[in-house]
């Protein structure tokens, strides 16, 4: 049975850090690649970053770019992200996904991703 646990999520200032984490089961991490997506209320999901499986490449949107990094522990069938800098604008709920198969030409589409996790939600404010 696959199962995601994303956490990390929480109430932060404009400015401030999290880190997000993603762990899997039922599956294995290390032959999916693994994205990140955000739902701002009203709005689509959109794709923030992704992390190959074979290579550890990584991808990232304009607006987390520079100020983002995910990783990927595979012994612990973890992702993360780290996310700095915070703005009023990250508010959103996180979702990260799994691909077992994604390429340059599909890692932003969410129809590419096989399993998602519940998500985890993150609120910059005053």
């Known amino acids: 049975q696959v199962q995601f646990v994303e956490s990390g999520g929480g109430l932060v200032q404009p400015g401030g850090s999290l880190r997000l984490s993603c762990a899997v089961s039922?599956?294995?991490?290390?032959?999916?690649?693994i994205g990140w997506f955000r739902q701002a209320p009203g709005l689509e999901r959109e794709w923030v970053v992704c992390i190959s499986s074979s290579d550890g490449s990584t991808y990232y949107a304009d607006s987390v770019k520079d100020r983002s990094t995910i990783s990927r522990d595979n012994t612990k069938n973890t992702v993360y992200l780290q996310i700095n800098s915070l703005k009023p604008e990250d508010t959103a709920i996180y979702y990260c996904?799994?691909?077992?198969?994604?390429?340059?030409?599909?890692?932003?589409?969410?129809?590419?991703?096989?399993?998602w996790g519940q998500g985890t939600q993150v609120t910059v404010t005053p």
């Open positions: 996904g799994a691909a077992s198969s994604l390429t340059v030409y599909n890692f932003r589409s969410r129809a590419s991703y096989n399993y």
């Open positions: 039922g599956f294995t991490l290390k032959y999916y690649a």
